[in-house]
């Protein structure tokens, strides 16, 4: 992949935090990965504005059962690593 040197200005505390955190993936990649973060999130942001503006506002019901559906989603993910030490032919 191609790269590209850039000079930004970030504090000082968040430097040296990010430094702390990034140690061995490097300052760069530490940051590449938060600008994809961020690229992403603002591209959902435009996405659910774009739904609301065509489907309405999400109502509280709705709303109720996204969040029902995302805590099933945890419950079975933690479910499944919780049964990462079973025998590999084992079915999680």
Known sequence: MAT???TITIP??????????AAERGLS????EALRYKRDRDRLVELVDWL?????????????????ELQDLDA?????????????????
Do not use: F
């Not at 609301?52 to 029902?68: F, I, N, Y």
């Not at 933690?78 to 079915?91: H, K, N, S, T, V």
């Open 76 to 92: 079975e993910h933690e479910r499944r690593r919780g049964g990462a030490g079973r025998d590999a032919g084992e079915a999680a």
């Open 52 to 68: 609301q503006e065509e489907h309405g506002p999400v109502t509280d019901e709705e709303h109720a059962a996204a969040l029902a």
């Open 12 to 21: 000082e505390d968040l430097l040296d935090e990010i430094r702390a955190d």
């Open 29 to 32: 990649a530490y940051v590449a």
């Open 4 to 6: 590209k040197k850039v």
